[in-house]
Structures are given as structure tokens and as C-alpha cells.
Nanobody, 121 residues
Framework: VQLQASGGGLVQAGDSLRLSCVAS????????VGWFHQAPGKEREFVAA????????YYGDSIKGRFTISRDNAKNTVYLQMNSLKPEDTAVYYC???????????????WGQGTQVTVSS
């Protein structure tokens, strides 16, 4: 499966952004999908994940209550709605997919190219 992430940009603290991850190549509904972010000099960190049907969702501690993950299998797309953005959310955001589910980057075989999110104070 091929993944294409988009929707990043430069915003101010407190603003919102919605990231999209569009999949192609194989039946998207077979895959669990996760979002990760990576700031310069830091390791890739789990943000959120969603199960194949969308019935189960998981969030990293730093973004709980501010970000919401969702998916539309008819459109082969997973979304990450990011509200109340903070400067510490600044990073490259990646979407990833796998037949397994998990919160570690090692558990995902397929990755998109990343989209930059920059939050100014």
C-alpha cells in the first residue's frame, strides 16, 4: 500500500490543522493506520492510531484531548484533526499502515513521505 500525507503548514499556537493520509494500491480497509511525528534531533513518536474499521482509536499522552483520528474507508483516507496546537507539536508528521496494530514505529511496514507542521508561539 502507498501512502500520501498532506495538510501540514505554518500556524499559530491555538490554531487547528487537519492532516490527511490517502492510500492507494491495496484494500485500505485491511490496514490499521497510525500517525507519528518527529522533531529535529528526536526520535519518531507515536501520535495516534486507528483500527481497520475505525472502531478503536489510540492516542499518545502528549496530544490526548486535542487531536482526533478518523478514517473514511470509502475514500481510502485517514484524518488527523489537530486542535489547540502548541509550539511543541512542531514536527514532521508521518502516516503509517500495517496489518498489525501498535504504537511503535517498528510495528508499521508502510510509510508516507511526511508533512511538516510548524506552530509558532
Amino acid at each position: 500500500v502507498q501512502l500520501q500525507a498532506s495538510g501540514g503548514g505554518l500556524v499559530q499556537a491555538g490554531d487547528s490543522l487537519r492532516l490527511s493520509c490517502v492510500a492507494s494500491g491495496r484494500t485500505f480497509s485491511y490496514y490499521n493506520v497510525g500517525w507519528f511525528h518527529q522533531a529535529p534531533g528526536k526520535e519518531r513518536e507515536f501520535v495516534a492510531a486507528i483500527s481497520r474499521s475505525g472502531g478503536s482509536k489510540y492516542y499518545g499522552d502528549s496530544i490526548k484531548g486535542r487531536f482526533t483520528i478518523s478514517r473514511d474507508n470509502a475514500k481510502n483516507t485517514v484524518y488527523l484533526q489537530m486542535n489547540s496546537l502548541k509550539p511543541e507539536d512542531t514536527a514532521v508528521y508521518y502516516c503509517a499502515a500495517d496489518l498489525r496494530s501498535g504504537t511503535s514505529p517498528d510495528e508499521y511496514a508502510y510509510w508516507g513521505q511526511g508533512t511538516q507542521v510548524t506552530v509558532s508561539s
